[in-house]
T-cell receptor, first 114, second 114 residues
């Protein structure tokens, strides 16, 4: 099992640029979660999907953030335009049926916006 | 609203010392409980979990946690820490009948000195 895969692992961009983060959940998992981790705010849930449908996006900070899950094996988190305060580590996690809500985390994408 | 409190923000220990990290949650219904560990520069990994049954749960690397329902607590323990236990530890709770989300505590940073 390859686990949750995220790309890129590191991203450095300039303010105003579009950033796209990618996630491949564990095969067979039907839930996918996007988190953001910063020193100041800790681990925050941004959005989660069930069977490719967004269920709760109340954690998305503002309209500059959007997330999609076009199929069961792929999700994107997009920031447009990016700002320096978006600098953080973004984690994707997935969960399967019958797992009692245990989530499996990917390695994260470290985003730096200059 | 559900919440998770980790009262110890930063713990410093010498090798072989005993460890106990506190975790309290606020939810009166059925819960699933987790401790995750994040080693420096890495993603979150599951340390142990409680769903039902024996309230004393054993995890990887010699860690254990005890669920005390009357105290709404799920404290993490290890009798003798090692330098390699240096990491950040997150308690997480799922209100089983209410939401798919995991509510994370703010984390406890553990530093173990040789």
């Amino acid at each position: 099992d390859a686990g949750v895969i995220q790309s890129p692992r590191h991203e450095v961009t300039e303010m105003g640029q579009e950033v796209t983060l990618r996630c491949k959940p564990i095969s067979g998992h039907d839930y996918l979660f996007w988190y953001r981790q910063t020193m100041m705010r800790g681990l925050e849930l941004l959005i989660y999907f069930n069977n490719n449908v967004p269920i709760d996006d109340s954690g998305m900070p503002e309209d500059r953030f959007s997330a999609k899950m076009p199929n069961a094996s792929f999700s994107t988190l997009k920031i447009q335009p990016s700002e320096p305060r978006d600098s953080a580590v973004y984690f994707c996690a997935s969960r399967g049926l019958g797992s009692y809500n245990e989530q499996f985390f990917g390695p994260g994408t470290r985003l730096t916006v200059l | 609203a559900q919440s998770v409190s980790q009262h110890n923000h930063h713990v410093i220990l010498s090798e072989a010392a005993s460890l106990e990290l506190g975790c309290n949650y606020s939810y009166g219904g059925t819960v699933n409980l987790f401790w995750y560990v994040q080693y420096p520069g890495q993603h979150l990994q599951l340390l142990l979990k409680y769903f039902s049954g024996d309230p004393l749960v054993k995890g990887i690397k010699g860690f254990e946690a005890e669920f005390i329902k009357s105290k709404f607590s799920f404290n993490l323990r290890k009798p003798s820490v090692q330098w390699s236990d240096t990491a950040e530890y997150f308690c997480a709770v799922n209100a089983f009948d209410y939401t798919d989300k995991l509510i994370f505590g703010t984390g406890t940073r553990l530093q173990v000195f040789p």
